[in-house]
């Protein structure tokens, strides 16, 4: 910078390896919630993606599924309110991947 004595941007504004982040580039998916249901347990799930707190339903909705499970099991539930299959998940909340190899680094690596 002429005229300041200093030559280079990062001898004015020092920055610790650690303290850098990288910006992201696009918001985080929101991921699915896994539910564990029990029987004799009553669950009121959103299927219309207008709940404010999905994958629950509010009491006065009447589009909402009424589960009752008659045994133990775990739902995947959908919370981005993408999916074609609510109140379950179908994993639209990810990003498309460009071919068959990402897809399946995909679904090993879990990115």
């Known amino acids: 910078m002429p ?3 200093l030559t280079d941007k990062t001898e004015a504004f020092p920055v610790s390896a650690g303290a ?3 910006a992201p580039s696009s ?6 919630e896994v539910r564990q249901v029990n029987p004799g347990e009553t669950h009121l799930l959103c299927r219309c993606g207008r709940s404010p707190r ?3 339903c509010p009491v006065d909705c009447t589009a909402g599924l009424r589960l009752e499970p008659a045994r ?6 959908c919370r981005c309110g993408r999916s074609r299959q609510l109140p379950y ?3 639209r909340h990810a990003r498309p991947a460009p071919g068959l190899a990402a897809r399946w680094r ?3 690596s879990g990115r």
Do not use: I, M, T, Y
């Open 54 to 56: 999905l994958p629950d």
């Open 89 to 91: 998940c179908d994993g």
């Open 106 to 108: 995909r679904f090993w």
């Open 27 to 32: 918001p985080e998916p929101l991921l699915p």
């Open 72 to 77: 133990q099991q775990f739902l995947l539930l």
């Open 3 to 5: 005229g300041s004595g």
């Open 20 to 22: 850098r982040k990288a």
